[in-house]
């Protein structure tokens, strides 16, 4: 399984959160933030959304109206309980797409997308969201989108755990991760690689401060993504 760091950034720097997987058949894309269609291809079998802020969601229209124009057909799209409501809300603004985007929403907990058997875990954001347990029988890829650390999502059992870092050392949160409470979960955590995605400039400045401060606590493989980054599973 090939993972592919599209957008690896926050609402204020880079492009914006999109993962995509690829296996030998099939090809998913985990998130669609600002930014993300300029390097994303549209031969994609499904979108999974992670939660509905803008940083993770506004590209999934602009990729709908590129995949109609250059005759891909219909798009599988993944979410929350509210990504169907959101779909047609932005749709009212473009009312001349309605009759020619091509998708298919599902707000389910567990599916298939060809050969990957996909699970999603409740998160604890400031609104619903949810992390995706993505296995193609041989490995296993946990991304986490926007949450506080919680054990449901680092006990998993899984050859790569992408995990948000947004903010650096001593910020008060219960919506994002911190050094700190990246930590206090470090004794469950059941990742063989752990990589981390959105963090916001003040934790870029001291990402090899976040590495070294997690490896003392626990000696586990880590790694900050770089925009445009691609790793094997």
Same mark, same amino acid.
């Given at each position: 399984?090939?993972?592919?760091?599209?957008g690896? @950034?926050t609402?204020?720097k880079g =492009?914006?959160?999109?993962?995509?997987l690829e @296996?030998e058949n099939t090809?998913?894309?985990? $998130?669609? @933030?600002?930014g993300?269609i300029?390097?994303?291809?549209?031969?994609?079998?499904?979108?999974? =959304?992670?939660h509905n802020?803008?940083?993770?969601?506004?590209?999934?229209?602009?990729l709908?109206k590129?995949r109609w124009l250059? @005759?891909?057909g219909?798009?599988?799209i *993944?979410g929350?309980?509210?990504?169907?409501?959101?779909?047609?809300?932005?749709? %009212?603004s473009?009312a001349y797409l309605?009759?020619?985007l091509k998708f298919d929403v599902?707000e389910?907990?567990?599916f298939k997308v060809?050969?990957?058997?996909?699970?999603?875990?409740?998160t604890k954001h400031? =609104?619903?969201?949810q992390?995706?347990v993505v296995?193609?029988?041989?490995?296993?890829?946990?991304v986490?989108g926007?949450? !506080?650390?919680?054990?449901?999502?680092?006990?998993? &059992?899984c $050859?790569?755990?992408?995990?948000?870092m947004?903010?650096?050392f001593? !910020?008060?949160t219960?919506?994002?991760?911190?050094?700190?409470s990246?930590?206090e979960?470090l004794?469950?955590?059941?990742?063989?690689?752990?990589v981390?995605v959105h963090l !916001?400039?003040m934790?870029l400045?001291?990402?090899? &401060?976040?590495?070294?401060?997690?490896?003392k606590?626990r $000696?586990l493989s *880590?790694?900050?993504?770089e %925009?445009?980054e691609?790793?094997s599973?």
């Amino acid at each position: 399984m090939l993972v592919k760091f599209v957008g690896v @950034g926050t609402a204020v720097k880079g =492009i914006q959160s999109c993962i995509v997987l690829e @296996g030998e058949n099939t090809k998913i894309a985990i $998130d669609v @933030g600002a930014g993300s269609i300029a390097k994303l291809d549209f031969d994609l079998d499904a979108v999974l =959304i992670t939660h509905n802020h803008s940083d993770h969601n506004s590209d999934l229209i602009p990729l709908l109206k590129a995949r109609w124009l250059l @005759g891909y057909g219909k798009l599988e799209i *993944y979410g929350v309980r509210g990504t169907r409501a959101f779909l047609e809300s932005a749709l %009212e603004s473009y009312a001349y797409l309605r009759r020619k985007l091509k998708f298919d929403v599902h707000e389910r907990r567990s599916f298939k997308v060809g050969e990957f058997e996909v699970k999603a875990i409740p998160t604890k954001h400031s =609104i619903e969201s949810q992390a995706y347990v993505v296995s193609d029988g041989n490995f296993t890829v946990v991304v986490s989108g926007d949450t !506080y650390p919680i054990e449901e999502v680092l006990s998993v &059992e899984c $050859d790569l755990l992408i995990h948000e870092m947004s903010l650096p050392f001593g !910020y008060e949160t219960n919506d994002h991760t911190t050094p700190e409470s990246f930590a206090e979960l470090l004794d469950v955590c059941k990742a063989k690689r752990i990589v981390f995605v959105h963090l !916001y400039p003040m934790a870029l400045d001291v990402k090899d &401060e976040i590495v070294r401060y997690l490896r003392k606590r626990r $000696d586990l493989s *880590y790694h900050i993504a770089e %925009e445009g980054e691609v790793v094997s599973v």
